[in-house]
């Protein structure tokens, strides 16, 4: 799939590897580029499709948070300023090994590709929000709360009215849920919502509009009030996902897996 451009110099491409978008942004002497993929291979990739759109060379990477299939491609943008949220960089450090151990076990016919993965947790920071101007380009950087991760960092461009969601906007496949705080992603959704003047860009799937990140945050309301509700009754997990939601059974185990795990251990 070529790159969409949504705004001037804003684009995105949809990769059919695991349906994941990179963002990339052109500012005045270099490149802006929002993730960058699973693995050095596939950042190389990146690296050559780039040139479809400029010439100019990746000075700067955003991640928006710190799952392997948005930054273990980080290694091959050693010259580049790699910005993140600060547990980003922790989770990177703390548990990058262990979830890069994971994903070899899980995907064994890529073990050479991931044997090649150098871990490398963004360096310049952000807590809260930050607005930084890259090559003259001011783009905004905001953690709204805790929903697909701990780290979720969502992009802003207030001159295009383009926002880069992560994966707490996820379309064409449900939202993961396993390392996600589900009693919290609705309010933390909905902040995203309110960012949203034009075309929004999930993490993975098509890029979207303003009322598929409505409805989304509907969705995971719904799966929050459902797991107070069903976990209020005595349900185990299994009996409350059998019970049903706006997602998948198997969507709505993990969710509420983790919804249980954080009703019964406050987090």
């Keep these: 799939m070529n790159w969409t451009e949504h705004a001037d110099g804003v684009f995105s491409k949809r990769y059919q590897s695991l349906d994941l978008n990179i963002g990339a942004i052109v500012c005045e002497g270099g ?8 693995h050095h291979a596939q950042a190389r990739e990146l690296i050559e499709d780039l040139k479809e759109i400029s010439t100019l060379p990746v000075r700067w990477v955003i991640n928006t948070h710190h799952h392997w299939d948005h930054t273990f491609g980080n290694g091959e943008f050693f010259e580049a300023e790699i910005w993140g949220h600060e547990r980003c960089k922790t989770n990177l450090s703390d548990f990058g090994q262990a979830m890069l151990n994971r994903v070899k076990s899980m995907a064994p016919g890529q073990a050479k590709s991931f044997d090649e993965v150098a ?5 310049h920071l952000v807590t809260d929000q930050a607005t930084v101007t890259f ?10 709360g805790r929903g697909h991760t701990d780290n979720d960092l969502v ?10 969601a992560g994966d707490l906007i996820e379309n ?18 909905a902040a995203l919502v309110e960012l949203v003047a034009g075309p929004v860009i999930p993490g993975h799937g098509a890029p979207t509009d303003h009322e598929f990140a409505v409805s989304q945050q509907a969705d995971l309301a719904a799966v ?44």
Excluded: N, Q
């Design 31 to 38: 490149l802006l580029i929002i993730d960058t993929r699973a």
């Design 224 to 267: 929050a009030a459902f797991a107070r509700a069903r976990h209020a009754t005595g349900m185990t997990v299994e009996t409350a996902a059998a019970e049903g939601g706006p997602f998948p059974e198997a969507t709505l185990a993990e969710a509420f897996g983790r919804a249980w795990k954080h009703l019964e251990v406050p987090v």
């Design 135 to 144: 090559g003259g380009r001011a783009i905004e950087m905001k953690y709204l």
């Design 155 to 164: 992009v802003v461009l207030p001159d295009a009215d383009v926002v880069f």
């Design 119 to 123: 871990i490398v947790p963004p360096s």
């Design 172 to 189: 064409d496949a449900p939202p993961s849920f396993g390392d996600a705080y589900p009693l919290e992603w609705p309010e933390t959704a």
